[in-house]
C-alpha cells in the first residue's frame, strides 16, 4: 500500500500563498489610476511571485510525494484565479483587449468542466503543450503588467499572441483526447 501525503506540506502551503497573493497582486495593479509605474512594478513582482510558487509546489509534490487530492484540486484553482484576476484586469485597464480576456478564460472554464465531467474516470494530466501555453500567458502577462515601452509591448503582443494560438489549440486537443478516451473505454466502465 503506498502511504498517502499529509494534506498540511510544503506543496500545498505554496498553493495557499498562491490563493493569497491573488488579492495583493490586484491591489497594487489598481492603486492610484492603474497606471502608476512603482505600482505596476510592485504588482509585477507579486505575480512573479505567484507564478514561481506555480512551479515550485508541482516540482515539490511529485519530487518528494506530497500529491495530495487537495493539491490536485487546489492547484489549479489557484492558477486559474491568478491568470484569470490578471486578465481580467487588464483588460478592465484598457491595457488588454477584452477578446484575449475572453477567449483564454473561456478555454479554461471549459477545460476545467471537461475534468470535472471526467473525473469519476480519473484526471486529465497537464499536457506538455498546456504546460507551455500557461508558461507562455505568465510571460506575457508579466510584460503586459510591467510598464513598458513601445519595443517591449510589441514582444509582449508576440507572446500574449502565440499564448492565446497555444491556448486554443490545446483546449482543442483535451476536447479531443477525452473523447478518444471514452470511446475507447467499454460501456459500464
Given at each position: 500500500?503506498?502511504?498517502?501525503?499529509?494534506?498540511?506540506?510544503?506543496?500545498?502551503?505554496?498553493?495557499?500563498?498562491?490563493?493569497?497573493?491573488?488579492?495583493?497582486?490586484?491591489?497594487?495593479?489598481?492603486?492610484?489610476?492603474?497606471?502608476?509605474?512603482?505600482?505596476?512594478?510592485?504588482?509585477?513582482?507579486?505575480?512573479?511571485?505567484?507564478?514561481?510558487?506555480?512551479?515550485?509546489?508541482?516540482?515539490?509534490?511529485?519530487?518528494?510525494?506530497?500529491?495530495?487530492?487537495?493539491?490536485?484540486?487546489?492547484?489549479?484553482?489557484?492558477?486559474?484565479?491568478?491568470?484569470?484576476?490578471?486578465?481580467?484586469?487588464?483588460?478592465?485597464?484598457?491595457?488588454?483587449?477584452?477578446?484575449?480576456?475572453?477567449?483564454?478564460?473561456?478555454?479554461?472554464?471549459?477545460?476545467?468542466?471537461?475534468?470535472?465531467?471526467?473525473?469519476?474516470?480519473?484526471?486529465?494530466?497537464?499536457?506538455?503543450?498546456?504546460?507551455?501555453?500557461?508558461?507562455?500567458?505568465?510571460?506575457?502577462?508579466?510584460?503586459?503588467?510591467?510598464?513598458?515601452?513601445?519595443?517591449?509591448?510589441?514582444?509582449?503582443?508576440?507572446?500574449?499572441?502565440?499564448?492565446?494560438?497555444?491556448?486554443?489549440?490545446t483546449g482543442i486537443d483535451y476536447f479531443v483526447s477525452a473523447y478518444r478516451d471514452s470511446r475507447a473505454r467499454p460501456a459500464g466502465h
Amino acid at each position: 500500500m503506498v502511504p498517502r501525503a499529509r494534506v498540511a506540506n510544503l506543496a500545498n502551503a505554496l498553493t495557499g500563498v498562491r490563493m493569497a497573493l491573488v488579492p495583493v497582486f490586484l491591489v497594487a495593479l489598481f492603486v492610484g489610476d492603474g497606471h502608476e509605474t512603482y505600482w505596476r512594478v510592485v504588482a509585477f513582482v507579486v505575480f512573479a511571485v505567484a507564478v514561481i510558487t506555480d512551479r515550485l509546489d508541482g516540482a515539490l509534490a511529485r519530487s518528494y510525494g506530497m500529491v495530495t487530492e487537495f493539491g490536485t484540486l487546489a492547484d489549479p484553482i489557484a492558477d486559474k484565479a491568478l491568470i484569470g484576476a490578471a486578465l481580467i484586469g487588464l483588460s478592465m485597464l484598457g491595457d488588454l483587449p477584452w477578446w484575449v480576456t475572453v477567449v483564454i478564460l473561456s478555454r479554461e472554464l471549459a477545460v476545467t468542466l471537461l475534468r470535472l465531467a471526467v473525473l469519476r474516470r480519473g484526471i486529465i494530466p497537464a499536457s506538455r503543450g498546456g504546460k507551455l501555453k500557461t508558461l507562455l500567458q505568465a510571460v506575457a502577462i508579466g510584460l503586459f503588467v510591467l510598464p513598458l515601452s513601445d519595443g517591449w509591448l510589441t514582444g509582449a503582443w508576440v507572446l500574449m499572441l502565440a499564448a492565446v494560438v497555444l491556448t486554443v489549440i490545446t483546449g482543442i486537443d483535451y476536447f479531443v483526447s477525452a473523447y478518444r478516451d471514452s470511446r475507447a473505454r467499454p460501456a459500464g466502465h
